[in-house]
Structure formats: structure tokens, C-alpha cells
């Protein structure tokens, strides 16, 4: 059986900061794990949610991804070729086909450059390496186009990033980003630097994009509500790892992991008798640091399920229904290995 190629997948990824110690001499004394052994597919077309607290290694996967931050181990697979393997020059061509919004507006636009030299930049530096051929009038007229698909007027082009809202800032990014006509989007929380009332302009905007140019988007995020509107599927990050995966309807309304669970029980219901009448999952202890060595399930401290195993086996990424993965020993089957083969 033939299966459709995914347009990105994520194979074992993992991501390690060394610990040091020492002033003139540095030893390394054990490994931060920002992304341990991680696995994932986004399908063309798709906008898939990454999730999770701060810490738990959402933008650490995004950069990976992004090829702006180097791996320990796994792959990176865009199209089938293997991201992290490719020579130099075959890697800024291949760049053109993802790109990213970043978090922050204020400090991911060059303050020196005006609002038309900063979404032209991408196109001017694939033009000086022989990627694209086009003449500057050729620039002028696509940037000016990207600003109206953006909701920038075109009488902004020569403003500069502080003459502009954090909203509008956003849009040059967006507008920056879809340049070079990408395949994929990494959006790494795009609108948690904005108000509230800028926020779901800018998702619609998004959304729209997606409809009109085909777009592919990874969302990371840690509002729940935003990604519930914007992604059709979702990833749930915990301490570097995968906690469960799922169609965003089916997460939301048949959650399994306790850790999902409980962080939707901290998402705001705009119904007052309902909200009332709902409890809250509190969660026991901080987050353990990614630094510290265990052989279980990284939520096991926290987790109000916790059994024996947990703290010995670290639990399976596996199917618990159609599209729905978890990784819990709730779920586990007979003859599952303590290792996460996903």
C-alpha cells in the first residue's frame, strides 16, 4: 500500500546542551536534554499545533527544524531529504522551501531597515547566491504585492519597525517570511507578544494565507484556545518529550494523557455556569530539570496517576485510536518495551 510522502518529518530528534563546570578549564559534567528523542509528521496543507509550558522544548524543536540550531541526533526529514546530512550550498537553496515568524516583532526586524528592505532582504540574498533570477524591479513589485496579501499599505514601505504597532510589526514579518514562496511555516508563537484584539487579526490573516497560497504551518504555542481555532492537529510536549498527538476536535474533547488533561483544565470556558461547575487538575511540584537523568516517564512526579512503572519504564508513543497517539502506560499493551521506538 502506497502511503502520501509527509512534507516534514521528525525522527528521534534530540537536542543537547552541554553542562559545564570549571574556569580555565571546562569539563562537561552531564547533558541538559531540551528535546529528547522526539518524533512527529506535518502533511502537506496542514497546520499542526506544537504545545506545551515554557521549558518544555516547543522552540528548541522549531529552530532544529528551522536548521537554526544543531542536533545531537535524528532526522530532519523535509521532503524526504534529510535536512541535517545536506552540504552548505544545498542547504540555502532548499531553505527557500521553509521559513519562519518569530515570536517577538519588536526585536526580529532590524531597527536600520524599512519595512520594504526587510521582506525584500530574503529575495536579495537568494538573487546574490544565484538561487533566484530577478531584477530589482522584479523585487519591487513582489514585495509590494506581499504587503497587500499582509494588510500593510503600501504607502509604509519606507517606514522603519518603530514607526509601526506590534501588530503591524508582525505583519512584516509574515510578509518577510512568505518571500521566497515557502512549502512550510514555523510560527513560533506568533502572536503571544501582541494584544489580545491584534491576536486573532493576525491568526485570521494566517488562516487566510493558508487558503489562498496553499501554506503548511507548524504552530508552536502555549495557548491552548489559540491553537484549538488555528491547528487541525496538535502536539503535546512535555520535559523534551511527546506526550500525546491528536486531530485538534478529538484532543480537546477525549484527551488521555494526564498532562494534556490538565492542561486543559487551566484553558478558560466563556460560559460562567459551566466554568463554575468544572475543576481544575493542579498539578503537584515544579517542572524537573532537563538535566536530570531518569529511566521513566518524565511526568511521573507530577502525574496524579502515577504508578510503580512509570517510574521505572518510560512509556511507548503508540496508537490509542485513529490519529490519536499517547505516550502513558494507562494505555500500554501487553509486550510493549520500555523503550520509545516511535
Request: charged share 25%.
Amino acid at each position: 500500500m502506497n502511503t502520501i510522502q509527509p512534507l516534514l518529518e521528525v525522527k528521534n530528534l534530540k537536542v543537547y546542551f552541554p553542562i559545564e563546570k570549571g574556569i580555565v578549564i571546562r569539563k562537561r559534567i552531564g547533558w541538559l536534554k531540551a528535546v529528547d528523542d522526539v518524533s512527529f509528521l506535518v502533511q502537506k496543507g496542514e497546520a499542526v499545533g506544537l504545545v506545551g509550558e515554557s521549558g518544555c522544548g516547543k522552540s528548541t524543536t522549531a529552530l532544529a527544524i528551522a536548521q537554526l540550531q544543531r542536533i545531537t541526533n535524528g532526522q530532519i526529514l523535509f521532503e524526504g531529504r534529510n535536512l541535517s546530512a545536506l552540504p552548505p550550498s544545498e542547504l540555502y537553496a532548499e531553505r527557500r522551501n521553509f521559513q519562519m515568524v518569530f515570536q517577538d516583532p519588536y526585536s526580529s526586524l532590524d531597527p536600520r531597515m524599512t519595512a520594504f528592505d526587510s521582506i525584500a532582504e530574503p529575495l536579495r540574498i537568494q538573487v546574490r547566491r544565484g538561487s533566484l533570477n530577478l531584477s530589482e524591479a522584479d523585487i519591487r513589485k513582489k514585495v509590494l504585492d506581499l504587503m497587500d496579501k499582509a494588510g500593510l499599505s503600501r504607502t509604509f514601505a519606507h517606514r522603519y519597525p518603530h514607526e509601526f504597532s506590534g501588530g503591524q510589526r508582525q505583519r512584516i514579518g509574515i510578509a518577510r517570511a512568505l518571500a521566497l514562496s515557502p512549502k512550510l511555516v514555523i510560527a513560533d508563537e506568533p502572536v503571544s507578544a501582541l494584544d489580545v484584539s491584534i491576536q486573532s487579526q493576525i491568526l485570521n490573516l494566517m488562516k487566510d494565507l493558508q487558503a489562498e497560497l496553499g501554506l503548511t504551518y507548524l504552530f508552536i504555542a502555549h495557548n491552548l484556545a489559540v491553537v484549538e481555532y488555528f491547528c487541525g492537529r496538535i502536539v503535546v510536549m512535555y520535559l523534551g518529550t511527546i506526550a500525546e498527538i491528536a486531530p485538534s476536535e478529538m484532543l480537546y474533547h477525549e484527551p488521555l494523557h494526564p498532562y494534556t488533561k490538565a492542561l486543559l483544565s487551566a484553558v478558560p470556558i466563556p460560559d460562567p455556569p459551566r466554568e463554575r461547575q468544572r475543576s481544575r487538575i493542579l498539578l503537584k511540584g515544579d517542572v524537573p530539570s532537563p538535566s536530570e537523568e531518569r529511566v521513566g516517564c518524565p511526568f511521573f512526579e507530577r502525574c496524579p496517576s502515577a504508578m510503580d512503572i512509570c517510574n521505572a519504564q518510560r512509556p511507548l508513543l503508540r496508537e490509542a485510536g485513529a490519529g490519536h497517539m499517547v505516550a502513558c502506560h494507562l494505555y500500554a499493551r501487553e509486550g510493549d518495551s520500555h523503550a520509545n521506538k516511535n
